[in-house]
């Protein structure tokens, strides 16, 4: 943290976004960005190298549930696990890959194969996440739908990338580890910060130890992910938290 604040203009500061800025609510569509982070990102944004949300959200869904991000000074978003990138208000992106169609159309059926209730499908063009938080029991659910989704998304060439509450059918190839690692190098970062709350957000923990920068992971705590802050140097509580150390940063860089 040190070495961000003393020199702001060498800072990369990386965040996930749900359950990072925005809290964990039981529908995806119903997310919405914490109402104080588009104003500490911006002011953030004003004093580093670079801000970046790095998401698995598809990046468009980022900036619309998190009206304000668009106009965080130099913003990018790496959506879809840094597949995706937005920035100056353009989306570049390889094209969607064709298993994601074909693994959706048989989801139903394997769905209703197995019995299970209450769980929700989320088309993201390029992955499919189906989520268990609005089953009558949750975590069961999800460990009965590991194997059988590991072997759906083996079947058209994607991976599944587990989260809270969710599994998800993606491609392979990208993860927020590579994503982050190749800004930093991009960006010619001197310090990096990234904040996370999940499972996937551990690769950029990794990505931020291998890059060799003075850097500081940080964990949005809950109480469904124990992994995560086991492995970082700062935990907070939840989004509220990671708010109110954003705004304790801006205060310490001071101004622009
Ligand atoms: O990388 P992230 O920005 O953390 O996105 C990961 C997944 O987040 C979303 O699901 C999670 O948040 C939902 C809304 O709070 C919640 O209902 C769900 O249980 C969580 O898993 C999103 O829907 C997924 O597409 C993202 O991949």
Known sequence: MEAIVNDPAGA??????????????????QAVIHPKAPGVLAELGARVRAV???????????LELGPGLADVPGLVVLGHYG????????????PPPPGVPRAKAELPLLLESLGVR?????????????????????????????????KLAGEHGLVV??????????????????ALSLFLAERS????????????????FEAVRASGL??????????E?????????????????????????????GGT
Request: hydrophobic share 45%; with cysteine.
């Open 161 to 178: 990338e587990p989260g809270r509450m969710v599994l998800e059918l993606r491609p392979p190839g990208m993860d927020k580890g590579q």
């Open 225 to 253: 992910v124990t992994a995560l802050a086991e492995r970082a140097d700062i935990v907070v509580d939840g989004p509220d938290g990671v708010v109110a150390l954003l705004e304790e940063l801006v205060s310490a860089i």
């Open 214 to 223: 003075p850097g500081v992971t940080v964990c949005s705590g809950s109480a």
């Open 83 to 94: 597949f995706e990138r937005w920035e100056d208000g353009r989306i570049s992106a390889p």
């Open 118 to 150: 209450g769980v929700s499908i989320e088309d993201k063009r390029r992955a499919v996440a189906v989520h268990t938080r609005r089953s009558p029991d949750p975590e069961g659910t999800l460990e009965a739908l590991r194997e059988p989704l590991a």
């Open 12 to 29: 990369v500061i990386g965040l996930d976004f749900d359950g990072t800025l925005s809290p964990i609510v039981p529908d995806p569509a």
């Open 189 to 204: 970062a001197r310090s990096v910060m990234f904040v996370g709350d999940d499972l996937g957000d551990l690769a950029a």
């Open 52 to 62: 970046a949300i790095v998401t698995g959200r598809p990046a468009a869904t980022a």
